[in-house]
């Protein structure tokens, strides 16, 4: 499952002692108590702000940031957290897009206006680390939220990596096409959260943030929907790419599976990392390239044309197909 680790985990131990029957009640009544060990760590005194600066690894999901997190996870000095949405949920209800954690107000796109003092105390209570190591936390969703993250850590370094956003919106759609029934709730779409809750905030958030506002609505498969989120990330790094400077690590997936030895050097010098020779042996054996896709896909015009400009900068070969008013590829 490729949603959170504690719905997952929890969906793993439903499956192995709950009558089938019954697994939807039985996922219904869980799913609020899934971030209650967040939201009472978020309780506890701040400690002390770490002299180290933590590392955020953004990118469009199915971009490659579980492989890089991973590899950057393995590294002696480095306190590794895989997307732990709950401990978002638990600082800043809005943060949950997916609806797993908590009900209310959620967005996709957060800028710094959003922080609030309570907000950075449950911050600093739940992304610490101890003194001499680097804590290094990936999420996907924080690429919509550069300068939010800025005003909780604005020392804080970011890496992004960019991958070929026809690959992305074609794995993307693949993961949206599973759902869990829950009873008494939307079903749990794998991708797209309780309900389609974070495509509900992204095309929200996306319209008022002047995304390509007039063609949202003309978006209606997974894959155009995915080519959207891809669209809106890398928009939101170009917003921030001056602003941040040397503090922005970019590098794109198949330069880190074509060449993962020399792409991590790199990053680990950027971001002040040591490099030992013994953590880059054992992680650059775990590096294997994923396929490219060459399924065709058609988004509106402008979106279209945006999409298309930024494969052309990032130097990716998939392009998109620009669409008529019925949704057929134009002629």
Not at 27 to 39: F, H, K, Q, S
Not at 101 to 123: I, K, N, Q
Not at 258 to 275: H, M
Request: charged share 20%; net charge positive; hydrophobic share 40%.
């Amino acid at each position: 499952m490729k949603l959170v680790s504690g719905v997952a985990s929890s969906g793993g131990l439903i499956n192995k002692v709950v009558p089938e029957s019954v697994k939807p009640l039985v996922r219904a009544a869980a799913l609020p108590t899934l971030g209650l060990p967040a939201r009472v760590r978020a309780m506890r005194p701040a400690p002390q702000p770490a002299a180290t600066p933590m590392i955020f690894v953004i990118g469009c999901g199915r971009s490659g940031t579980t492989l890089l997190g991973e590899l950057l996870g393995a590294h002696p000095s480095i306190r590794y957290l895989h997307e732990p949405y709950d401990a978002w949920a638990a600082i800043d209800p809005e943060t949950d897009a997916l609806q797993v954690y908590s009900r209310g107000e959620h967005h996709c796109l957060l800028d710094g206006s959003r922080v609030t003092a309570t907000v950075h105390r449950r911050f600093q209570a739940l992304m610490s680390q101890p003194p001499g190591i680097t804590l290094v936390e990936k999420s996907p969703h924080n690429t919509f939220r550069i300068g939010y993250l800025n005003v909780l850590a604005p020392e804080a370094k970011f890496v992004h990596i960019a991958r070929d956003g026809i690959d992305v919106a074609h794995s993307i759609a693949k993961i949206a096409l599973n759902e869990t029934k829950i009873a008494f709730r939307p079903n749990l779409n794998w991708w797209w959260g309780l309900g389609h809750s974070k495509w509900h905030a992204l095309a929200a958030d996306g319209k008022a943030a002047n995304y390509y506002a007039p063609e949202v609505p003309d978006l209606e498969s997974h894959a155009q929907r995915g080519a959207y989120e891809w669209l809106v990330c890398q928009l939101e790094v170009d917003k921030w790419r001056e602003r941040l400077g040397p503090r922005l690590v970019e590098v794109t997936y198949q330069s880190l599976t074509d060449d993962p030895a020399t792409t991590l050097r790199a990053i680990a010098g950027a971001v002040g990392l040591s490099c030992p020779g013994e953590w880059l042996t054992e992680v650059t054996g775990r590096v294997r390239s994923a396929g490219s896709r060459t399924d065709p896909l058609t988004l509106p015009a402008h979106m279209c044309s945006d999409f298309n400009g930024l494969q052309a900068d990032y130097g990716f070969r998939g392009r998109a197909v620009p669409m008529n008013r019925v949704g057929q590829p134009a002629t």
